[in-house]
């Protein structure tokens, strides 16, 4: 009986289901596309089988192991063949007995064709893809998919309506449904990522592979430990795991078990390696020829949506199904309140709808985390690309461009607007997204409400418009906050690479205050935005309670019945327009920040370029010309009137030695730079014969291994590699490193001398093996007896057959060249071999004079102090800080040199930038929460979010218990009375979130400027020892990316986490106030939730720091090409840079990737969760007996129920922690060990201290670190006031060591340094080192006037800035120049040469005139006129001061009136150079013999 009721009833169903036309429709339209695809597959199969019916044979009969889904898109296939034949089956029965209509014909029809469709499809790929070498299933069937997907869903969406209008349909229609959405969007994922194993880019990686893998995989040490193997477990993972994110498992499984580090991180798909995402970004980058060749906004970002449009595909689908599956809930929330409602509804509806809620939200969840996924790893890619970009663009710039675009804000391109225009991907679908959920929430609203819809919109329509003059103003105030940014940026750059002048000179704490006045003035504009974002926040977010007002109040004024069914329909509709609304600021915040973003790299890359084809390049065969210039007029500027070089012709022979001298400022070095073609032609020809090598007059030293700088990419050949060591005189400064030729270099060689620096540079010239030398001034940071091994080993022994062009200001070196070029004012004004012009013109001789008389002065003096036996003198070393291992006089013997070399790699000055392990300390929270008036504004932010919410609740509470629940029952209260409490109620909660968006806008911003003072007061005053172990892009990273989190990303953060917590506890409160018993389901739910997060954690923390400690070699690596750009394009390095920028965005990107994976592994799981303790929760709400719980309040928990998941809470909380990684590192860089005092009140001087320059050294005691040997050794001495004392030494004796103890740069172990009779240990710092002054060996000029480099600290007037200039011999130079004082100096002094910008560091010890006057190889880098011309005018300004030399050139030191050499830390030698010459057996003899026989020679 039951059985023939059933049957009945599935009669009764089918009949009304015929009568609905659109089901006929749908099912003609199926049968249609099946049929026309099923013709166009067979043709196109056809054609492709008579075409290639030989190339099909020949292919090897294996299976296909490149399409990663082929075996699951088979099954499918096959799967739904059989599911239609079914179908069929079924239908034919029920024609059988029933009859015939049409809609069952039209069915027969559609499922006939889909059987043999899909089993042509699974012929055609078993056939077509199973033998076929393809890494993609066929367009063809791709396009069918999508196609396929979009039909079911269609199909879904009527099935709905016919359910409610029939209120039942057959289950078997359901099922089909519902699989074929399933089947469809499994075959639109496949279709766009079911590429091969190898990569979908194999073309771009097809030469590389056809190489060793083996080698490959050597040299990439991106290799995981994950079960031994290196693996890519993303990229090998099946349809399930990478469905449920499960292969990312093994990797948080190794996390919790051990701290992870960067080698445990698995490396990347190949299609997401750096080399490849840029080479197809690259081949997808046009320039726009109308606008000279340049890159276009509108070019750049077309590139990259084409290198990610399979991506912007796939998740603009996911973002479709996840916004229909977020509108399922509202659209029957009045449904199954009505339900609650009815004695008479349907058997089995309640479950139904169940299954409905059930499946809406699941498959929400889980299209919201594959679609957040894929958006991460498009943030990845879009990452990748912009940096090699950048960073490629970098390597090819002219030299105009570079000093128009500094490396601060290169800095900032690579930090800050990569970073935000990745960080877009979040937002790239919200642009179609929100209209589209305005439309359904406006549907929805207008099946509840009627006419009331159009008011909304009216009211939204409003809202959106008000978008338009904030994004304006938010585009200005962001614009004004990166160029604030950059100008912090960039003197906080100039301020580190300079940190040891500063120090030197007293000058940290001005260079601190610049900082904190621009981080001022970037401030104003910070809170400016940031104030405009709290306000639209809080506008957007009023804006849904604003909405809903206004509706219900329209509802009440036409008499239109508000139902509580219906009303919870429109709040939850509300609620959801709450997102969009709400991110609708956000995202026209994010347009506009990555429009500015966008414009900002665009006029990078629009930067002028090197011009390729300054240098003609000669053949090889049949010419003697090496290098050769006619009629070449030169200028570092194109539009300045005045003309660097003019008039040059010469021709350099293969085979010839060319020496280069004149005075400063001649044009030596830009001789040098037109040459290599750096700089900008007006006219004439340059051609060149061969490769080319270059020593830069300031060294460039990379970061890194000593032997790396020297081998510079090229193959080890250990015989040569040996001899080179040994002419550049480098082997005895290597056993004295404990690692050797292993040591690390700090950076820019901050642990290196000067002459080891440009030893190394040397040393790497020469092993490149070029066929052309271009050395500038290579001898200048050398002393007498290392420049005479370098002239006579290197450039008459290595290169003694190639071409070598050498500038230099030591004459002797002049005689053994075959060609000398004399240069004045940019022209060359004498040429010829030594003889030729020496009696042949006046600019020679001038250059020649005080040679001659320095050494006729040297003559009278001793002219019989010839030995025979001569020391090693050589020039000073600054060796590593952390190994200054110098020897006792007995310690030479191998055990101990032995002993030294078996220092652990912790002995290293530069190590691996320290990381804390495991949970963010709770330390690190309270203190960011407390830096502010103690953390008082944090309870009263609590209190506000807990209001708002309260509120919020009480007024859903309010409008549901205040409405009837149909139209049958009488309203409780009237229109009015309902409309007043609700708008009070919603009010109130509106001006809970104003006060707690300013308050935390307001913590947040007063938080990030102390620990921004805190952080650079800590980094300025730190000791020196922490900048040369630093490399500053660890700082850097820091104060820009770090801060830049601080600044904006926590408070936001810590705003989405109240929000979660709030919004998730009251959802609980609600659901569990109807239904007590749900906490049974909810307790483990949530002990669930917090053990996956626990697990989750330790992986995922320690992979969020590694992205930011893997951050800082990139900007590293940018910065220091920069400054190495000449040489690395010189040596035609580009290349290899651009590798190592690869290895190190892939190393950055790797724990970036696979971060995103481990949130997502979490994220799923919780969702799941989620799903389940709400479908429990239905099921126990339908079994409640009707009448028991009021319907309103049951729907209003099913409402709050929809948006219940812990995922949320944990998801910002984690989020949080990474984000307080930056706090962290901030919080590291605050408490460095701090050098002793600026100033001590107990010890004040006197204004006239010191008035002698008396300097007492007492039992001198000095070491570099704790563990280390001393480097000096019990000093006593003294240095009368008012003399001059010359300081000499080889290597490592402790000249340098000494200078730095007396300005306490380094602190006595033992003894002490009287000044005047002053403990110099017991003053001030800043008292201490303002009174003496030094011109350091590097002379260093900052970015900005010429009057800010000779008086930073604004004391002197113009008249005493004049005299100083004349008395170095710049004055009549300035006074030609157009700015005078203001003339502008660009970064590093790029535009001054190198002897100008010594006498500039002249000029400031002439303003300053003190007492005590320190010359560290002052006048290494000027002719030697220059050089006495400068020591005359020290003599005479400085008469009645000491001054302390320490120099190379032994002319330099004839007239002081006392020497000190130095060996070993202790004094060896101390007299007056006169009675030193006496003694012919004394080492300053035997230096001195040497330098005159050098010049005699």
């Known amino acids: 009986?039951?059985?023939?009721?059933?049957?009945?009833?599935?009669?009764?169903?089918?009949?009304?289901?015929?009568?609905?036309?659109?089901?006929?429709?749908?099912?003609?339209?199926?049968?249609?596309?099946?049929?026309?695809?099923?013709?166009?597959?067979?043709?196109?199969?056809?054609?492709?089988?008579?075409?290639?019916?030989?190339?099909?044979?020949?292919?090897s009969a294996l299976k296909n192991s490149y399409i990663l889904y082929y075996w699951a898109a088979l099954i499918s296939c096959m799967s739904l063949s059989f599911c239609d034949l079914l179908l069929y089956v079924l239908n034919y029965l029920s024609v059988y007995k029933r009859g015939w209509s049409d809609l069952k014909i039209v069915a027969q029809l559609d499922f006939t064709f889909r059987t043999l469709t899909w089993f042509v499809i699974s012929a055609y790929l078993h056939i077509q893809c199973s033998h076929s070498s393809e890494r993609k299933f066929p367009i063809l069937l791709r396009i069918w998919w999508a196609f396929y997907f979009l039909m079911s869903c269609s199909f879904l969406v009527i099935l709905l309506d016919l359910y409610w209008k029939y209120s039942s349909l057959p289950l078997l229609l359901w099922v089909s449904n519902v699989v074929s959405i399933i089947t469809g969007l499994f075959f639109c994922y496949a279709g766009l990522f079911g590429k091969g194993r190898e990569d979908i880019y194999f073309h771009f990686l097809e030469p590389l592979l056809k190489t060793s893998s083996s080698q490959n995989n050597s040299d990439d040490k991106q290799g995981p430990c994950i079960g031994g193997e290196n693996v890519i477990p993303y990229e090998n993972a099946n349809l399930i795991s990478t469905f449920t994110f499960a292969w990312i498992y093994p990797l948080l499984a190794l996390g919790y078990k051990k701290t992870l580090d960067l080698e445990d991180v698995p490396r990347l798909a190949n299609c997401d390696?750096?080399?490849?995402?840029?080479?197809?970004?690259?081949?997808?980058?046009?320039?726009?020829?109308?606008?000279?060749?340049?890159?276009?906004?509108?070019?750049?970002?077309k590139a990259l949506i084409f290198l990610m449009w399979k991506e912007i595909l796939w998740t603009g689908l996911l973002s479709i199904v996840c916004t229909l599956a977020s509108y399922v809930g509202p659209y029957l929330i009045d449904a199954?309140?009505?339900?609650?409602?009815?004695?008479?509804?349907?058997?089995?509806?309640?479950?139904?709808?169940?299954?409905?809620?059930?499946?809406?939200?699941?498959?929400?969840?889980?299209?919201?985390?594959h679609l957040f996924f894929q958006l991460r790893k498009m943030a990845i890619r879009v990452r990748t690309a912009l940096f090699a970009i950048i960073y490629k663009k970098s390597l090819k710039l002219s030299s105009h461009a570079k000093q128009s675009h500094t490396s601060g804000e290169n800095i900032n391109l690579i930090c800050v607007d990569v970073e935000r225009i990745a960080f877009f991907s979040w937002y790239l679908h919200d642009i179609w997204r929100v209209p589209i959920q305005i439309v359904l929430a406006l549907l929805?609203?207008?099946?509840?409400?009627?006419?009331?819809?159009?008011?909304?919109?009216?009211?939204?329509?409003?809202?959106?418009?008000?978008?338009?003059?904030?994004?304006?103003?938010?585009?200005?105030?962001?614009?004004?906050?990166?160029?604030?940014?950059?100008?912090?940026?960039?003197?906080?750059?100039?301020?580190?690479?300079?940190?040891?002048?500063?120090?030197?000179?007293?000058?940290?704490?001005?260079?601190?205050?610049?900082?904190?006045?621009?981080?001022?003035?970037?401030?104003?504009?910070?809170?400016?935005?940031?104030?405009?974002?709290?306000?639209?926040?809080?506008?957007?977010?009023?804006a849904p309670m604003c909405v809903s007002v206004v509706t219900f109040g329209f509802c009440v004024l036409m008499g239109i019945p508000l139902e509580s069914g219906k009303v919870l329909s429109a709040i939850s509709t509300f609620e959801i327009l709450q997102v969009p609304i709400?991110?609708?600021?956000?995202?026209?915040?994010?347009?506009?920040?990555?429009?500015?973003?966008?414009?900002?790299?665009?006029?990078?890359?629009?930067?002028?370029?090197?011009?390729?084809?300054?240098?003609?390049?000669?053949?090889?065969?049949?010419?003697?010309?090496?290098?050769?210039?006619?009629?070449?007029?030169?200028?570092?500027?194109?539009?300045?009137?005045?003309?660097?070089?003019?008039?040059?012709?010469?021709?350099?022979?293969?085979?010839?030695?060319?020496?280069?001298?004149?005075?400063?400022?001649?044009?030596?070095?830009s001789l040098l730079s037109c040459i290599l073609g750096e700089m900008p032609k007006i006219s004439g020809a340059i051609k060149l014969n061969g490769t080319k090598a270059y020593v830069a007059q300031s060294p460039w030293i990379q970061s890194g291994k000593i032997i790396d700088n020297i081998l510079f990419g090229k193959e080890m050949e250990e015989e040569r590699y040996e001899m080179i060591l040994e002419a550049c005189s480098l082997k005895k400064d290597l056993e004295l490193?404990?690692?050797?030729?292993?040591?690390?270099?700090?950076?820019?060689?901050?642990?290196?001398?000067?002459?080891?620096?440009?030893?190394?540079?040397?040393?790497?010239?020469?092993?490149?093996?070029?066929?052309?030398?271009?050395?500038?001034?290579?001898?200048?940071?050398?002393?007498?007896?290392?420049?005479?091994?370098?002239?006579?080993?290197?450039?008459?022994?290595?290169?003694?057959?190639?071409?070598?062009?050498?500038?230099?200001?030591?004459?002797?070196?002049?005689?053994?060249?075959?060609?000398?070029?004399?240069?004045?004012?940019?022209?060359?004004?004498?040429?010829?071999?030594?003889?030729?012009?020496?009696?042949?013109?006046?600019?020679?001789?001038?250059?020649?004079?005080?040679?001659?008389?320095?050494?006729?002065?040297?003559?009278?003096?001793?002219?019989?102090?010839?030995?025979?036996?001569?020391?090693?003198?050589?020039?000073?070393?600054d060796i590593l800080c952390s190994e200054k291992s110098i020897q006792d006089d007995e310690e030479r013997d191998p055990k101990n040199y032995k002993t030294d070399k078996l220092i652990g790699p912790e002995g290293q000055l530069v190590q691996e930038e320290k990381r804390e392990k495991g949970e963010v300390s709770l330390s690190v929270y309270w203190k960011y929460i407390t830096t502010i008036y103690k953390g008082a504004l944090i309870p009263l932010i609590l209190l506000a979010h807990i209001f708002f919410h309260l509120l919020l609740i009480v007024s859903c509470y309010w409008m549901v218990l205040a409405t009837p629940v149909s139209n049958d029952v009488r309203p409780y209260v009237s229109g009015s009375t309902l409309i007043f409490v609700y708008v009070a109620l919603t009010f109130g909660s509106s001006f809970c979130v104003l006060i707690r968006s300013m308050l935390i806008v307001t913590v947040g911003c007063k938080?990030?400027?102390?620990?921004?003072?805190?952080?650079?007061?800590?980094?300025?005053?730190?000791?020196?020892?922490?900048?040369?172990?630093?490399?500053?892009?660890?700082?850097?990273n820091r104060a820009s990316i770090d801060q830049s989190v601080v600044d904006t990303s926590i408070p936001h953060q810590i705003e989405e986490l109240l929000i979660s917590i709030i919004g998730f506890l009251g959802a609980t409160a609600v659901m569990s106030q109807v239904a007590w018993k749900m906490l049974i389901v909810f307790i483990p739910m949530t002990v669930t939730c917090i053990w996956y997060r626990q697990f989750y954690i330790f992986a995922a923390r320690e992979l969020s720091r590694l992205v930011g400690v893997c951050q800082a070699p990139i900007i590293q690596h940018l910065a220091e090409s920069s400054l190495g750009l000449t040489t690395i394009r010189c040596f035609n390095k580009e290349k290899r840079f651009m590798d190592t920028n690869f290895k190190l965005v892939d190393a950055y990107s790797r724990p970036k990737f696979y971060f995103s994976g481990a949130v997502e592994w979490l994220c799923f799981r919780m969702d799941m969760l989620a799903s389940i303790t709400y479908v429990i929760f239905l099921i126990f709400l339908i079994l409640v007996p009707k009448g028991v719980l009021s319907p309103g309040v049951v729907g209003l928990a099913v409402t709050y129920g929809l948006s219940l998941s812990m995922q949320g809470v944990v998801w910002d909380l984690s989020s949080l922690e990474n984000k307080m990684i930056s706090v962290e590192r901030i919080l590291q860089y605050a408490c460095i060990p701090s050098e002793p005092p600026l100033s001590v009140k107990e010890n004040m001087l006197g204004r006239e201290w010191p008035s002698q320059g008396k300097i007492d050294i007492v039992d001198l005691q000095v070491r570099y670190a704790p563990h280390l040997p001393l480097v000096l050794r019990g000093l006593t001495c003294t240095f009368p006031g008012g003399m001059n004392i010359g300081i000499v030494g080889r290597t490592g004796s402790g000249k340098s060591t000494l200078v730095q103890t007396l300005f306490r740069i380094l602190e006595p172990t033992i003894g002490q340094i009287l000044i005047d009779g002053i403990n110099i240990s017991k003053i001030g710092l800043h008292d201490l080192r303002s009174r003496l002054s030094i011109i350091p060996q590097d002379p260093i000029m900052f970015e900005g006037t010429l009057r800010s480099n000779l008086d930073p600290l604004e004391e002197y007037t113009d008249e005493q800035i004049w005299e100083a200039l004349d008395r170095c011999q710049l004055g009549d130079k300035i006074r030609k120049e157009e700015g005078k004082l203001d003339s502008a100096v660009i970064e590093n002094g790029e535009n001054w040469s190198m002897g100008q910008r010594q006498l500039v560091c002249l000029g400031r010890v002439l303003l300053k005139t003190s007492k005590v006057l320190v010359?560290?190889?002052?006048?290494?880098?000027?002719?030697?006129?220059?050089?006495?011309?400068?020591?005359?005018?020290?003599?005479?300004?400085?008469?009645?001061?000491?001054?302390?030399?320490?120099?190379?050139?032994?002319?330099?030191?004839?007239?002081?009136?006392?020497?000190?050499?130095l060996d070993n830390g202790i004094i060896l030698e101390y007299d007056s150079p006169a009675k030193l010459l006496e003694v012919k057996s004394s080492s300053f003899a035997k230096l001195v013999n040497e330098y005159t026989q050098r010049c005699s020679s």
């Open 582 to 669: 709400y991110n609708l600021p956000d995202t026209i915040s994010m347009i506009v920040q990555t429009k500015v973003s966008l414009n900002r790299i665009v006029s990078f890359l629009c930067l002028d370029d090197l011009h390729p084809n300054i240098v003609q390049k000669l053949s090889r065969d049949g010419s003697d010309v090496a290098v050769e210039i006619v009629n070449g007029n030169f200028s570092w500027d194109l539009f300045s009137p005045n003309i660097t070089l003019k008039n040059l012709n010469f021709q350099v022979y293969q085979g010839m030695q060319v020496a280069v001298c004149g005075s400063i400022g001649s044009g030596k070095s």
């Open 737 to 877: 490193f404990a690692f050797g030729d292993q040591t690390i270099i700090g950076d820019r060689g901050v642990n290196l001398s000067g002459g080891q620096k440009q030893r190394i540079q040397i040393a790497r010239a020469l092993y490149n093996d070029a066929d052309i030398y271009l050395l500038d001034d290579p001898f200048s940071a050398v002393d007498a007896h290392t420049g005479t091994h370098l002239f006579k080993e290197c450039l008459l022994g290595i290169l003694n057959s190639k071409t070598v062009i050498y500038v230099t200001h030591q004459v002797e070196f002049l005689r053994s060249a075959d060609l000398i070029l004399v240069m004045r004012n940019g022209m060359i004004t004498q040429a010829g071999k030594y003889e030729e012009i020496l009696s042949s013109g006046t600019d020679f001789m001038e250059l020649m004079d005080p040679q001659k008389k320095a050494l006729a002065k040297l003559n009278s003096i001793d002219r019989e102090a010839i030995l025979d036996n001569l020391v090693n003198g050589e020039e000073d070393g």
């Open 1415 to 1461: 010359l560290d190889e002052a006048t290494a880098s000027v002719d030697t006129a220059t050089d006495h011309l400068i020591h005359q005018t020290i003599r005479k300004h400085f008469s009645g001061s000491t001054i302390i030399t320490i120099a190379h050139r032994i002319t330099s030191i004839l007239d002081i009136d006392m020497v000190l050499l």
């Open 1 to 59: 009986m039951d059985a023939f009721e059933e049957s009945k009833k599935d009669m009764n169903i089918w009949r009304l289901f015929s009568q609905s036309s659109a089901a006929i429709f749908l099912h003609g339209f199926s049968a249609s596309s099946h049929l026309i695809f099923l013709l166009i597959l067979s043709t196109s199969w056809v054609c492709k089988r008579c075409r290639m019916p030989n190339l099909e044979n020949s292919k």
């Open 444 to 542: 929805i609203l207008y099946m509840n409400l009627g006419l009331a819809s159009l008011v909304s919109f009216v009211v939204i329509m409003i809202l959106m418009l008000a978008n338009i003059p904030v994004g304006k103003l938010q585009e200005k105030f962001q614009a004004e906050l990166m160029d604030s940014k950059d100008r912090r940026m960039k003197v906080t750059s100039e301020a580190l690479r300079n940190i040891r002048i500063l120090k030197l000179q007293g000058w940290e704490m001005k260079f601190m205050a610049k900082i904190i006045k621009l981080r001022k003035f970037e401030t104003r504009w910070l809170k400016k935005l940031l104030y405009t974002l709290a306000m639209t926040s809080f506008f957007f977010l009023s």
């Open 1007 to 1036: 938080t990030a400027n102390l620990l921004f003072n805190k952080m650079h007061s800590c980094i300025f005053r730190a000791p020196l020892s922490f900048f040369d172990s630093t490399p500053s892009g660890r700082i850097l």
């Open 273 to 301: 390696s750096a080399n490849v995402v840029f080479a197809h970004f690259k081949s997808k980058l046009k320039f726009d020829h109308g606008n000279g060749g340049q890159i276009s906004t509108h070019n750049l970002v």
């Open 336 to 369: 199954f309140v009505q339900y609650l409602n009815s004695s008479h509804a349907p058997k089995y509806k309640d479950y139904a709808l169940v299954f409905i809620f059930f499946l809406a939200k699941l498959i929400r969840g889980l299209s919201d985390r």
